[in-house]
């Protein structure tokens, strides 16, 4: 960025191959993101960060924009914060999709149940603050054959309509779960002891939570969570019996150069216009 004496932004200097192009102006719009691929960058805003607890997932960018503005002089804001999602799967999106399903059973690393499962659905800043205060910020997500059947015949979600180019990515979900099996983070079980072990769990402890959750189901009503929608208590008895391990995913950083309200006013109308609207 090229300022005058008095410290004025007054253009650009750009980078074609070999050449430098100046491009004089009365204004520049920054559009590199955030700074969620710079650890060194986070760390200095938020020491407490560990990538081995909160995994980057979204585009690793270095926020060269916001270092430039820094140099000459822009104003910062006061709070960076990270967008962290979770429970969240690293590997086949498939797999991803299927941990962010409402009707999973999630258990933390002592084989607890600590949320209510549904939040990811429609609120996810429940879901990952509950996670975030479990063992190593880990979960395992459980299902059963019959789970999974309901998914594969349920309509894709918003993400898989975008993502995943709605139906499409069921076609790989066996071959990905199998794909996933030596990398420990898919476990295929014919019984709870079997899951137990895998995660280093009592037996009785996890079936316990399984038979529990199994008695919430039939009953209609989750009396510890209160999980939302009843429609999603649905009891996990057919085998073979699945564990997925979760963990949180980082996507983004927010924060950085300060912004007036007038800015901040047409990015929500850019944001929320109807071209960028969700289906229903």
């Known amino acids: 960025m090229v300022t005058d004496k008095k410290g004025h932004l007054k253009g650009v200097i750009a980078l074609s191959e070999d050449k430098e192009i100046t491009i004089e102006t009365k204004a520049v719009i920054?559009?590199?993101?955030?700074?969620?691929?710079?650890?060194?960058?986070?760390?200095?805003?938020?020491?407490?960060?560990?990538?081995?607890?909160?995994?980057?997932?979204?585009?690793?960018?270095?926020?060269?924009?916001?270092?430039?503005?820094?140099?000459?002089?822009?104003?910062?804001?006061?709070?960076?914060?990270?967008?962290?999602?979770?429970?969240?799967?690293?590997?086949?999106?498939?797999?991803?999709?299927?941990?962010?399903?409402?009707?999973?059973?999630?258990?933390?690393?002592?084989?607890?149940?600590?949320?209510?499962?549904?939040?990811?659905?429609?609120?996810?800043?429940?879901?990952?603050?509950?996670?975030?205060?479990?063992?190593?910020?880990?979960?395992?997500?459980?299902?059963?054959?019959?789970?999974?059947?309901?998914?594969?015949?349920?309509?894709?979600?918003?993400?898989?309509?975008?993502?995943?180019?709605?139906?499409?990515?069921?076609?790989n979900i066996e071959t990905d779960l199998k794909s996933q099996l030596d990398k420990d983070t898919v476990k295929i079980a014919g019984s709870w002891n079997e899951i137990a072990q895998w995660i280093s769990v009592a037996p009785e402890i996890l079936n316990n939570t399984v038979e529990t959750y199994n008695l919430y189901c039939k009953c209609g009503y989750d009396e510890v969570f209160a999980k939302e929608r009843q429609k999603y208590l649905i009891p996990l008895r057919t085998l073979p019996y699945y564990a997925l391990k979760d963990g949180i995913a980082m996507v983004a950083t927010h924060g950085g150069i300060k912004v007036t309200m007038i800015w901040k006013f047409l990015i929500k109308m850019i944001i929320l216009s109807p071209g960028c609207m969700l289906p229903e």
């Open 30 to 171: 920054i559009t590199t993101g955030g700074f969620a691929g710079n650890e060194e960058l986070i760390k200095t805003y938020i020491p407490s960060y560990n990538k081995e607890e909160i995994r980057l997932d979204g585009l690793p960018h270095q926020e060269s924009g916001f270092l430039m503005a820094s140099e000459i002089g822009a104003a910062q804001e006061d709070a960076i914060t990270l967008e962290i999602i979770g429970p969240a799967y690293f590997g086949p999106a498939s797999i991803a999709s299927f941990t962010r399903r409402p009707n999973m059973l999630w258990i933390n690393k002592k084989g607890e149940r600590f949320a209510d499962e549904s939040t990811i659905f429609h609120i996810h800043s429940k879901s990952v603050n509950a996670l975030f205060q479990q063992p190593s910020k880990m979960a395992y997500a459980l299902f059963d054959e019959s789970i999974k059947q309901s998914i594969i015949q349920e309509s894709p979600g918003p993400f898989e309509y975008f993502a995943l180019h709605g139906k499409a990515w069921l076609a």
